[in-house]
């Protein structure tokens, strides 16, 4: 396909994203819970309810998933939940400007355990750097893997990323198992917040 068609049908893509989040977000929506790759929205909808005071939004690629996590969403009756079939940096970039993410859930992503396919990993630094440009002063992320070399690889990353602080040992604000952690065996978590003035911060004197 000619590159010119490529990208037209890729502003076309873009450009609808945008139309359905304006159309399907509150108008006066600030904050919103995210989570990226939602799959069936098992644990969305179970948060979303316990929750009816934030407002949710579920990406995933696959559009038989996110058909499964609507109708779990219509079933539940909850008009503070939506699932959207995109790409988790689309849908970063198509946001509403003033719309921050309040806390951010990955759970189980894809883990790319061969090495020369590392570079398909979604959590890398410059993704953390796109979550961040929609974040607040204290907003969270949280990352839950079966695969342990992902999960240090994570915590490295995260932990290099002058926009990101890890939790030490934080536990999960809420728990509900999705598809792939009923499948696992174990699975290890992380938890950080986001600094926006990281430079300030650094500036605390040690007794302040
Ligand atoms: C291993 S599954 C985990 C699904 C679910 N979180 C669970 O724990 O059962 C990973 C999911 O991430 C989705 N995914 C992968 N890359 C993505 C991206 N760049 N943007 C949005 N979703 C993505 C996949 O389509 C898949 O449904």
């Known amino acids: 396909m ?3 068609v490529f990208a037209a049908i890729q502003a076309g893509r873009f450009s609808a994203l945008r139309q ?17 790759g939602c799959g069936n929205g098992h644990f969305l909808t179970a948060y979303a309810a316990t929750h009816p005071d934030r407002f ?15 109708r779990k969403r219509d079933r539940a009756g909850l008009a503070n939940l939506h699932f959207i079939r995109c790409e ?7 946001l509403p400007a003033g719309v921050q993410l309040l806390e951010v859930y990955m759970l ?3 883990p790319w355990p061969k090495k020369r396919h590392h570079k398909n990993r979604l959590l890398k630094p410059e993704f953390l750097t796109e979550i961040a ?3 607040g002063q204290g907003s969270r992320l949280f990352f839950r893997t079966d695969y342990q070399p992902y999960y240090d690889d994570a915590a490295g990353i995260i932990a290099a990323h002058p926009q990101w602080r890890l939790l030490p040992s934080s536990p999960f604000p809420f728990e509900h198992q999705t598809i792939f952690q009923s499948r696992a065996e174990t699975f290890h978590s992380l938890g950080a917040i986001h600094e926006s003035s990281p430079v300030q911060a650094n500036k605390l004197q040690p007794d302040e």
């Open 2 to 4: 000619p590159r010119e």
């Open 20 to 36: 359905e989040l304006a159309a399907t977000l509150p108008s006066s929506l600030s904050r919103l819970v995210l989570e990226i």
């Open 56 to 70: 949710c939004v579920g990406v995933d690629l696959r559009l038989e998933r996110i058909e499964k996590a609507l």
């Open 88 to 94: 988790a940096r689309a849908f970063l970039r198509a």
């Open 108 to 110: 189980f992503p894809d």
């Open 133 to 135: 440009t929609r974040a």
